[in-house]
């Protein structure tokens, strides 16, 4: 059971987010379906390749990917799963070593989230630098770059930072990659982050708006969850709606 529930979640964490060949640009809110792919054909694997996918998956539960390991570490973790695997006992006192691995690990995946930053920076600078050519967007002094996807309702209404609002979200990386697929969302418009704090107030009710968006006015050095640290962001926001703050009275 136990390793039937690994297997199983290691499965999810494992899966990308969206299939890249489902998102080769960035559309609007509303996506319209798919094709349907045939079913792949089905193939029988061997009991080694069994195994070697399911140490595949052990590492990608336990985060491997992210250690930047040489050759000589990889080595010594193998050495640490057939000890386990032949059912020994711990090569060393888990006491003694405890503390001092957890702040090898932790070094380790620190020099790796350094490593993955300065590529998603130096990735987003060339996006953003290349975007704000794009014929018929605007650059604001913040580095914020946007464009009027469609027009609103006609009432001109935009919302201030102190208004509730009503958005309609799609959300991709720069590689085109989806991670937010017409989500809505209601809230206080200040409490969102500042590229859409800016943005949407450059929006009129009714109207879908791209924004572009660099790291500072996003998630910044810090990522947040799928979304990689340092990365520059496009969304396409339909504004459904705009209400003011209600009024509370001692």
């Known amino acids: 059971m136990k390793l039937r529930s690994l297997f199983v979640f290691s499965v999810i964490a494992a899966a990308p987010l969206v299939a890249q060949d489902e998102v080769p640009t960035v559309m609007a809110p509303t996506v319209p379906a798919t094709t349907p792919r045939p079913a792949a054909p089905t193939r029988t694997f061997t009991e080694p390749e069994m195994l070697e996918m399911f140490?595949?998956?052990?590492?990608?539960?336990?985060?491997?990917?992210?250690?930047?390991?040489?050759?000589?570490?990889?080595?010594?973790?193998?050495?640490?799963l057939q000890i386990n695997a032949r059912g020994g006992n711990p090569p060393y006192d888990i006491q003694q070593i405890g503390e001092q691995m957890a702040a090898f690990m932790e070094k380790k995946q620190e020099a790796f989230m350094a490593g993955v930053l300065r590529e998603e920076l130096a990735k987003s600078?060339?996006?953003?630098?290349?975007?704000?050519?794009?014929?018929?967007?605007?650059?604001?002094?913040?580095?914020?770059?946007?464009q009027v996807k469609s027009g609103g309702d006609g009432t001109g209404q935009r919302p201030t930072p102190a208004d509730i609002v009503r958005i309609n979200v799609t959300g991709?990386?720069?590689?085109?990659?989806?991670?937010?697929?017409?989500?809505?969302?209601?809230?206080?418009?200040?409490?969102?982050?500042?590229g859409w704090v800016e943005g949407l107030q450059l929006a009129d009710k009714g109207s879908i708006i791209r924004l572009y968006i660099p790291p500072a006015l996003a998630y910044g050095n810090e990522g947040n969850g799928v979304i990689p640290p340092g990365a520059a962001l496009i969304f396409d926001i339909q504004l459904v709606d705009i209400n003011p703050l209600p009024v509370t009275t001692p």
């Open 55 to 80: 140490g595949w998956f052990i590492g990608s539960n336990a985060g491997l990917g992210q250690l930047s390991l040489t050759v000589e570490e990889i080595a010594a973790v193998i050495k640490g």
């Open 125 to 146: 600078e060339i996006f953003m630098s290349e975007v704000k050519k794009t014929p018929g967007v605007t650059v604001t002094p913040s580095g914020l770059v946007y």
């Open 172 to 194: 991709a990386l720069v590689d085109g990659a989806i991670f937010e697929r017409s989500q809505v969302y209601e809230g206080i418009l200040n409490d969102f982050m500042p």
